[in-house]
């Protein structure tokens, strides 16, 4: 079993649709929680993160960790199609980022 | 601020051969980090070097190896090359200062083994 999983898609949704992105970890010492995008034919880029249990927001982006289910959730609110991509969940266990598979979102106009 | 160059960006080689695949961070950054993406396994944490010395190590076999400069710029040497290593390597810099540091991105070296 992975450290990490996460549902690779690929998921399409309309223009303006809400996303729901999870990954599942299976480490309880994880304590810091990154969400990375990758657009095709780059290298990924840092979304935003959390620490511990709670939720983060940021503009349409609001990510979230239950540790007590050990679950990591990324929300997209009002999505564009500028936001396809693979979306990368990834904890940090000290300085190590351990990569859920990644899911793949298309935005449809 | 230039971002994080990774030089070549693709590679062609055949089983047996070695490679050599460099990595530039960003100015001021202390810490390179090795990541290998394929489809299957996705990314997987390498090695990182901070000030010349490696400071963590992931699951990889010996024949993946890495080094850092007085300068920071890092390589990674994969010796007897495998079809299975055909990936996206893929390097990150931080400043090092702490573990949770962002991690910044290159935009990968394509190697394919044939």
């Known amino acids: 079993q992975k450290e990490v999983e996460q549902d690779p898609g690929p998921l399409s949704v309309p223009e303006g649709a809400i996303v729901s992105l999870n990954c599942t970890y299976s480490n309880s010492a994880f304590q810091y929680f990154m969400w990375y995008r990758q657009y095709s034919r780059k290298g990924p880029e840092l979304l935003m993160y959390t620490y511990s249990s709670g939720n983060k927001e940021d503009g349409r982006f609001t990510a979230q960790v239950d540790k007590s289910s050990k679950y990591i959730s990324l929300f997209i609110r009002d999505s564009q199609p500028s936001d396809s991509a693979t979306y990368l969940c990834?904890?940090?266990?000290?300085?190590?980022?351990?990569f859920g598979q990644g899911t793949e979102l298309s935005v449809k106009p | 601020k230039a971002g994080v160059t990774q030089t070549p960006r693709y590679l062609i080689k055949t089983r047996g051969q070695q490679v050599t695949l460099s990595c530039s961070p960003i100015?001021?950054?202390?810490?390179v980090s090795w990541y290998q993406q394929t489809p299957g396994q996705g990314l997987q944490f390498l090695f990182e070097y901070f000030s010349e010395t490696q400071r963590n190590k992931g699951n990889f076999p010996g024949r993946f190896s890495g080094r850092q400069f007085s300068n920071s710029r890092s390589e990674m040497n994969v010796s007897t090359l495998e079809l299975g290593d055909s990936a996206l390597y893929l390097c990150?810099?931080?400043?090092?200062?702490?573990?949770?540091?962002?991690?910044?991105f290159g935009p990968g070296t394509r190697l394919t083994v044939l």
């Open positions: 990150a810099s931080t400043p090092g200062q702490t573990a949770t540091d962002t991690q910044y």
């Open positions: 990834a904890p940090n266990q000290g300085g190590k980022l351990i």
């Open positions: 100015s001021g950054h202390r810490s």
